[in-house]
């Protein structure tokens, strides 16, 4: 399997559209059927072995445990209960509307009632329109789809590692279905009065200071694939901060920036992964330093805080 493979977004538009309505619908499903985590850390997808994951949910709402898995192995969604029972359908040959009805029918098949309080797209287009209406998004390139959870499996297994160096509140590594990206965010501790006229799930996001890093695979304000970060609120001077490798960028972004390695770039490094990490400690040690934290308390080298413990050999 070759590193960091070719994904360019023009080679996967539509599927990448119609794919990112599928996940907020099976999203907005765990949305609804989960106990809420600060951040919104209940929601987002997780990495598996043959696509990604809503976890183990329900229960809380009077519905069996129940999961749903998008396998873009063999590209359908499953849906099982605790109990051992499970439904599946093809992911090809679906429009964004047919996906929608097939997976509530589904969900009913094994004893499963969830209501999507918002049955509709969040912060997309078409934000205005219906899933159940959504016959315009129907395509599926099953090569494509691999590609992107291939791609997903690899930007993971990156950001996994550079997790395993801090030793403070973090997120996990986590798929968003809303902005279709995947992320891990590092916590200083204090908190973040956001002005009340801020919608609510900006709100509860930066209720306290982060640095997030992540990778997105393009979108119309930026057509191509690239790994970020940014700090949240960005404190004064950040962007005078050095970046590696060289290709990097601070980007603006409304009235903040992103850090930003384009993918193509990254794939050109001799080595691709050690890039991406360096890109990522590069943008932590900025914003960081910016903004007061304590580098050296919140280090853990090789994974380990205790300081009586050798490292592992590398």
């Given at each position: 399997m070759?590193?960091?493979?070719?994904m360019?977004?023009?080679?996967?538009?539509?599927?990448?559209?119609?794919?990112?309505?599928?996940a907020?619908?099976?999203?907005?499903?765990r949305?609804?059927?989960?106990?809420?985590?600060?951040?919104?850390?209940?929601?987002?997808?997780?990495?598996?072995?043959?696509?990604?994951?809503?976890?183990?949910?329900?229960?809380?709402?009077g519905n069996?445990?129940?999961?749903?898995?998008?396998?873009f192995?063999?590209?359908?969604?499953?849906?099982?209960?605790?109990?051992?029972?499970?439904?599946?359908f093809?992911?090809?040959?679906?429009?964004?509307?047919?996906f929608h009805?097939?997976?509530?029918?589904?969900l009913?098949?094994?004893?499963?009632?969830?209501?999507i309080?918002?049955?509709?797209?969040?912060?997309?287009p078409?934000?205005a329109?219906?899933?159940?209406?959504?016959t315009?998004?129907?395509?599926?390139?099953?090569?494509?789809?691999?590609?992107?959870w291939?791609?997903?499996?690899?930007v993971?297994?990156?950001?996994?590692?550079?997790?395993?160096?801090?030793?403070?509140?973090?997120?996990?590594?986590?798929?968003?279905?809303?902005?279709?990206?995947i992320?891990?965010?590092?916590?200083?501790?204090?908190?973040?009065d956001?002005?009340?006229q801020?919608?609510p799930?900006?709100?509860?996001?930066?209720?306290?200071?982060?640095?997030?890093?992540?990778f997105?695979f393009?979108?119309?304000?930026?057509?191509?694939p690239?790994?970020?970060?940014?700090?949240?609120?960005?404190?004064?001077g950040?962007?005078?901060?050095p970046?590696?490798?060289a290709?990097?960028?601070?980007?603006?972004?409304?009235?903040?920036?992103?850090?930003?390695?384009r993918?193509?770039?990254?794939?050109a490094?001799?080595?691709?992964?050690?890039?991406v990490?360096?890109f990522y400690?590069?943008?932590?040690?900025a914003?960081?330093?910016?903004?007061?934290w304590d580098?050296d308390?919140?280090?853990?080298?090789?994974?380990?805080?205790?300081?009586?413990?050798?490292?592992?050999?590398i």
């Open positions: 070759e590193p960091f493979p070719p360019p977004l023009a080679e996967w538009r539509d599927t990448k559209e119609t794919l990112h309505r599928f907020q619908v099976v999203g907005k499903i949305l609804a059927a989960s106990d809420r985590r600060n951040h919104w850390w209940n929601v987002p997808f997780h990495l598996t072995g043959r696509g990604i994951t809503t976890r183990p949910t329900g229960h809380v709402d069996p445990i129940f999961t749903m898995d998008f396998d192995v063999g590209h359908q969604l499953i849906v099982a209960t605790l109990d051992g029972r499970a439904v599946s093809p992911l090809f040959g679906q429009s964004v509307a047919s009805r097939t997976t509530l029918d589904s009913a098949a094994l004893g499963v009632a969830v209501d309080d918002i049955p509709r797209p969040f912060d997309l078409d934000a329109r219906p899933f159940s209406e959504d315009e998004h129907a395509t599926y390139d099953p090569v494509q789809a691999n590609r992107y291939q791609v997903l499996s690899q993971a297994s990156v950001l996994e590692e550079f997790a395993a160096r801090f030793s403070g509140k973090a997120s996990p590594v986590h798929h968003f279905w809303h902005t279709f990206d992320a891990h965010t590092r916590f200083s501790g204090r908190r973040v956001q002005p009340r801020v919608d799930v900006t709100r509860e996001a930066y209720s306290r200071e982060v640095i997030s890093f992540g997105w393009g979108d119309e304000t930026f057509p191509e690239a790994f970020y970060s940014y700090t949240a609120p960005e404190p004064a950040l962007t005078a901060e970046l590696t490798p290709s990097a960028r601070w980007v603006p972004r409304g009235d903040s920036h992103l850090a930003v390695l993918y193509d770039d990254a794939r490094e001799s080595d691709p992964r050690t890039a990490l360096d400690d590069g943008a932590y040690r914003g960081a330093t910016r903004a007061g580098i308390e919140f280090a853990c080298p090789g994974g380990i805080t205790d300081p009586h413990l050798p490292l592992p050999p």
